[in-house]
């Protein structure tokens, strides 16, 4: 027990983090901006660290069971992570655009920045890194797919009947995710995994010979997510106080919480690509993308159609222009079977991109 708690310090540290946070969440909203600001900063960092260890235990199921299921369960866990974060913000103050900018600059982050540095460190390592190109060519085309239906469509919907398309939304995402789930894990799960020299895994044998209680991962991993849930409530209202009439681009709300859900996924996909494991980075980057938006579409349309309070999800044309360009290079990109550095320095170029629109309010 003393070694499980040792192990489990980050997480401890997060869920003394909500015993303070709660009692003192007055004092902290009642003593200036600059108070409110600098514990909400102190709750994003209990937050990363209780999410840290949400991905380790996700991590540890995913040496389990293997690919693809492994990569499947550390991004539904990054999303998890992320929907309860959003569900508990727009409970405290609705926001209409916080979903989709959240949704806009998690996908920026996933396929620029955690696949783009990926493959550029992981370039300048090892060279070309092979990966399976079905998985990348089956991610991109239901990722367009997704947010064409869900962010790009609902620009042109009148008002008065945004209920009618949110349920239709609501469907075709749940429809999408099902016939993606029976491929991952069904007939089609070749594509989502490469088989890679012996030489190549040398290190893995002793990482796979390590203990795994699944019962106590699953229960750490459940027991992670509703300390995040709790540090969200009072780090929302910490947050948007401490911002408040600073002149931050209101994007930035919404960097922060896909930054969060994100920061366990960068660490995992960074240590796949040293490791010339660049199928994992593909799993997760991809996957954290087609996850974000298939998931967490649909239950934030549930929640708006049931308030009674639409969601402005359809993108502006600069964040369209992004995703458009972020995909076509991806494609372009992900269609051989390889990456190497020049690749990935065009996707942190686009990432670099995203940072400066949102900085400028775009």
């Given amino acids: ?86 569900a508990i913000m727009m409970s405290n103050e609705p926001s209409p655009t916080l979903v989709r900018d959240t949704i806009y600059s998690a996908v920026m982050l996933d396929i620029n920045g955690i696949l783009g540095l990926a493959a550029l460190m992981g370039g300048l390592k090892h060279g070309e890194q092979s990966y399976n190109d079905d998985s990348a060519r089956t991610y991109s085309v239901m990722i367009l797919t997704a947010m064409g239906v869900s962010m790009v469509v609902p620009e042109f919907i009148p008002e008065g009947d945004w209920k009618t398309y949110s349920a239709f939304t609501i469907g075709a995402m749940v429809l999408l995710y099902a016939l993606f789930l029976r491929m991952q894990v069904g007939p089609h799960s070749y594509f989502f995994s490469y088989s890679y020299p012996q030489k190549k895994r040398k290190n893995q ?33 910490t947050v948007d106080l401490g911002l408040e009439g600073t002149g931050a681009p209101p994007v930035m709300t919404a960097i922060l919480v896909a930054a969060i859900s994100a920061a366990p996924e960068i660490l995992t996909a960074l240590r796949a690509a040293l490791a010339n494991r660049m199928q994992s980075v593909v799993n997760i980057a991809l996957g954290a993308s087609l996850s974000t938006v298939i998931l967490t579409v649909p239950v934030m349309e549930a929640m708006a159609l049931y308030s009674g309070q639409p969601f402005q999800m359809a993108m502006t044309p600069v964040q ?6 972020t995909l076509l290079v991806s494609a372009i990109n992900l269609n051989d079977g390889e990456t190497n550095a020049i690749e990935g320095m065009t996707h942190f170029v686009l990432f670099a991109t995203f940072i400066m629109l949102s900085l400028l309010g775009l």
């Fill in 320 to 325: 369209t222009v992004m995703v458009f360009i």
């Fill in 205 to 237: 044998p002793a990482e796979q010979e390590q203990p795994i209680s699944l019962t106590r991962s699953i229960g750490t991993l459940v027991f992670g997510v509703v300390v995040i849930g709790a540090l969200a409530e009072v780090m929302s209202k």
């Fill in 1 to 86: 027990m003393l070694t499980y708690l040792k192990d489990e310090k980050f997480l401890l540290l997060a869920v003394l983090a909500a015993f303070i946070a709660f009692p003192f969440e007055h004092w902290l909203l009642s003593n200036g901006q600059g108070t409110a600001l600098a514990g909400g900063i102190a709750l994003v960092a209990a937050i990363v660290c209780a999410s840290m260890r949400v991905a380790h235990h996700a991590e540890l199921l995913a040496h389990k069971v293997g690919d693809p299921y492994g990569t499947m369960i550390l991004t539904l866990a990054a999303v998890l992570v992320e929907v309860v974060i959003l």
